[in-house]
């Protein structure tokens, strides 16, 4: 079975523009969780959908919004970008309670300049 | 909220020793699972090993195992024979049982295996 992927591998916009990042979860997994790691810092939750519904958020400002779809795919916005929203975007998966944490994708990482 | 501090930012140790990487947390919650994450140069996050905070056995995958010490808030990594893979930044995490599934992680230790 395929992993976690995500889409863009790489990125770089201006500073006062719009990203949109990627994430397919593991087939049959309906829980999508985002993180932002900042270099040299440990990964910080941004948001979780579960069945298409928003689960959880982080302290993250209004500038960031998420979806996920029916086929349980997912989307990070990130509006008016700022220098300090460069950083690897991870996604994770999951089925149950029992594999949470155990599916990350290899990250989009976002340069903005 | 809850807290994880790694106080070790960076190790060496050469191939083939064991070594000890530290980590606590804060919580009230009685009920969460502990984890330890490996993210080498290629930035993918792996999982290395999981507790589960109401299992009094600590955690063991092949080379790697867990000291949880629950009362003391203490979950620390040991990796024994270490391989020149083993080279990677190490996190430290916390995840409570029930609500949403954030994940907390600490800052994390870069552990450098040397040959």
């Known amino acids: 079975d395929a992993g976690v992927t995500q889409s863009p591998t790489h990125l770089i916009k201006t500073r006062g523009q719009q990203v949109t990042l990627r994430c397919s979860p593991i087939?049959?997994?309906?829980?999508v969780s985002w993180y932002q790691q900042v270099l040299g810092q440990g990964p910080q939750f941004i948001f979780q959908?579960?069945?298409?519904?928003?689960?959880g958020r982080g302290n993250f400002p209004d500038r960031f919004s998420a979806r996920q779809f029916p086929n349980y795919s997912s989307e990070l916005n990130v509006n008016a970008l700022l220098l300090g929203d460069s950083a690897l975007y991870l996604c994770?998966?999951?089925?149950?309670?029992?594999?949470?944490?155990?599916?990350f994708g290899p990250g989009t990482r976002l340069t903005v300049t | 909220a809850q807290t994880v501090t790694q106080s070790q930012p960076e190790m060496s140790v050469q191939e083939a020793e064991t070594v000890t990487l530290s980590c606590t947390y804060d919580t009230s919650e009685s009920n969460y699972y502990l984890f330890w994450y490996k993210q080498p140069p290629s930035r993918q996050m792996i999982l290395v090993i999981r507790?589960?905070?109401?299992?009094?056995q600590n955690a063991t995958e092949n080379r790697f195992s867990v000291n949880f010490q629950k009362a003391a808030k203490s979950f620390s990594l040991k990796i024994s024979d270490s391989q020149l893979g083993d080279t990677a930044m190490y996190f430290c995490?916390?995840?409570?049982?029930?609500?949403?599934?954030?994940?907390?992680f600490g800052k994390g230790t870069r552990l450098h295996i040397l040959p």
């Open positions: 507790q589960e905070a109401y299992k009094q």
């Open positions: 994770a998966s999951s089925l149950a309670k029992w594999d949470i944490g155990q599916y």
């Open positions: 995490a916390f995840m409570k049982q029930g609500g949403d599934d954030k994940i907390i």
């Open positions: 959908y579960y069945e298409k519904e928003e689960r």
């Open positions: 087939s049959g997994h309906k829980s």
